[in-house]
Antibody, heavy 119, light 110 residues
Framework: QVQLQESGPGLVKPSETLSLTCTVS??????????WSWIRQPPGKGLQWIGY???????NYNPSLKSRVSISGDTSKNQFTLKLSSVTAADTAVYYCARDRLLGGLDFWGQGTLVTVSS | QSALTQPASVSGSPGQSITISCTGT?????????VSWYQQHPGEAPKLLIYDVSNRPSGVSHRFSGSKSGNTASLTISGLQAEDEADYYC??????????FGGGTKLTVL
């Protein structure tokens, strides 16, 4: 059974960098069959795709966040990490990691973690 | 990239069928057969219902079906049940090799 689990600080100060890690079990982030994505959802609002990483290290990001986002992978720990810099209150959201079946839908999701940006 | 356009809300009575539309552009929905749909209950992570326009993952009820015409994709739920009350999101691959979600539709079962 594939499982994903987000972890990281629940509170980040404005202008600082948000950093979250997704730990995967039951599947390998070094598999060429999947992308590994981050998605977020501000309280009471809709889903926003942030970006993905492929096993080769190839990444792609939402154009609206591209200047502030970085996604990296650690195959030894079977994890991938999101970094979002210069955060503001608008970045307050539940952040999800998910497995993307190479254009075949996001089939497994983590439970999500709420990150609040506040001083 | 702009979010795909979905109606904010739809409603239906138990047993009825409803359809949720998702409108995009030539750069996303119209250009690729990579549309997926997700169901999200309050406080839960989204669940994949439909992928590649009309395919259901194992375990998803046959009451859920998807289709596409031009730049508009649709999700149809037949035999509406109380448990179908949730938020629904469409998603598409884009010409920039990115993904884009719709704004979401709240389904109310009357």
């Amino acid at each position: 059974q594939v499982q994903l689990q987000e972890s990281g600080p629940g509170l980040v100060k404005p202008s600082e960098t948000l950093s979250l890690t997704c730990t995967v079990s039951g599947a390998s982030v070094s598999s060429g069959s999947y992308y590994w994505s981050w998605i977020r959802q501000p309280p009471g609002k809709g889903l926003q795709w942030i970006g993905y990483i492929y096993y080769s290290g190839t990444t792609n990001y939402n154009p609206s966040l591209k200047s502030r986002v970085s996604i990296s992978g650690d195959t030894s720990k079977n994890q991938f990490t999101l970094k979002l810099s210069s955060v503001t209150a608008a970045d307050t959201a539940v952040y999800y990691c998910a497995r993307d079946r190479l254009l075949g839908g996001l089939d497994f999701w983590g439970q999500g973690t709420l990150v609040t940006v506040s001083s | 990239q702009s979010a795909l356009t979905q109606p904010a809300s739809v409603s239906g009575s138990p047993g009825q069928s409803i359809t949720i539309s998702c409108t995009g552009t030539n750069s996303d929905i119209a250009g690729y057969n990579y549309v997926s749909w997700y169901q999200q209950h309050p406080g839960e992570a989204p669940k994949l219902l439909i992928y590649d326009v009309s395919n259901r993952p194992s375990g998803v009820s046959h009451r859920f079906s998807g289709s596409k015409s031009g730049n508009t994709a649709s999700l149809t739920i037949s035999g509406l049940q109380a448990e179908d009350e949730a938020d629904y999101y469409c998603n598409s691959y884009t010409s920039s090799s990115t993904l884009v979600f719709g704004g979401g539709t709240k389904l109310t079962v009357l």
